[in-house]
């Protein structure tokens, strides 16, 4: 559904993508991870082209995406990491603006979104909070059902009940046959969501796997305490190949253990 190949981008000479490929296949959640800084902004807003990409191709649906294919966009959702949306504007009219887009009624879908967030759409934009102006970018993302939803931090400044709102929302399109790029920081709701997962670090990606295939790839958490000193590291390679290197050290004390997904995913962030 969506294939990014060899992307860059810079802004002047700061590195915002240095080489960025990777695909999102029809009816799959992707999460996209990564530290701060590592490109992931980057890269969805040359999705959006709203800026302009320095090299490499993004093509959605089979097609190089370009920036006045309304057709194609009109099939893409975005919730940006902050929406930036109208003040003046009360909730309904600003769900109002953003139906007058499409050419079909969108405004039944949104006002059923909204109010699965309750969000109180009488209210002004200016007067909301930043976790509401999110539920409103979240109704605006979905609102024309889209084929593709882009997620830029879709449940930071939520609250826990809320994210569990958004969850089942994305979930219950998911089922529908939505497709999902999904940038976090939240790792416990990647491991929820997420089928796949892509790991970008310092513009490039590290590892892209399954979800499943990264709880089950044979990897150890290995602690031991060499001359006084505690150190902990991930390891994945051969048990074996661990043994022998362990041996040539002189240990207090050794724990191996499983690493939970959030120990793997970090090891990939060090
Ligand atoms: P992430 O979303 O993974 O946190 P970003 O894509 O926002 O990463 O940032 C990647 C790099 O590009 C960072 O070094 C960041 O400082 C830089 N960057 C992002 N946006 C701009 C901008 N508008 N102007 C200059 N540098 C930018």
Do not use: W
Not at 37 to 51: F, V
């Amino acid at each position: 559904m969506l294939r990014i190949t060899n992307l860059k981008k810079y802004y002047g000479q700061t590195r915002g993508a240095e080489d960025v490929s990777f695909s999102v296949k029809k009816g799959e959640i992707f999460g996209f991870i990564g530290p701060n800084g590592a490109g992931k902004s980057t890269t969805i807003r040359c999705i959006m082209n709203l800026i302009n990409k320095d090299g490499g191709s993004i093509e959605f649906d089979g097609k190089e995406l370009i920036k006045n294919d309304v057709k194609a966009y009109e099939k893409i959702g975005y919730l940006p990491s902050e929406p930036a949306l109208y003040k003046e504007l009360k909730v309904i009219d600003m769900l109002k603006y953003n139906d007058s887009f499409y050419g079909k009624d969108t405004l039944p879908k949104g006002l059923a979104y909204a109010q699965k967030l309750q969000l109180d759409t009488s209210k002004k934009i200016g007067e909301l909070s930043l976790g509401n102006i999110k539920k409103v970018g979240i109704v605006l993302s979905f609102m024309q059902d889209p084929k593709l939803v882009i997620m830029d931090e879709a449940t930071s400044g939520l609250d826990p009940l809320m994210q569990e709102e958004v969850y089942k929302i994305i979930l219950d399109e998911k089922n529908q046959g939505t497709t999902f790029l999904f940038s976090s920081h939240n790792l416990m709701e990647v491991k929820k969501l997420c089928d796949t997962v892509g790991i970008i670090k310092d513009g490039r990606i590290i590892k892209i796997a399954s979800t499943n295939s990264l709880t089950t790839t044979e990897a150890y958490k290995v602690k031991y305490i060499e001359n006084g000193e505690e150190k902990s590291l991930i390891y994945k390679d051969d048990i074996n190949t661990l043994i022998k290197e362990l041996s040539t050290k002189k240990l207090d004390k050794l724990l191996i253990e499983e690493p939970n997904l959030e120990e793997i995913f970090m090891h990939y962030y060090e």
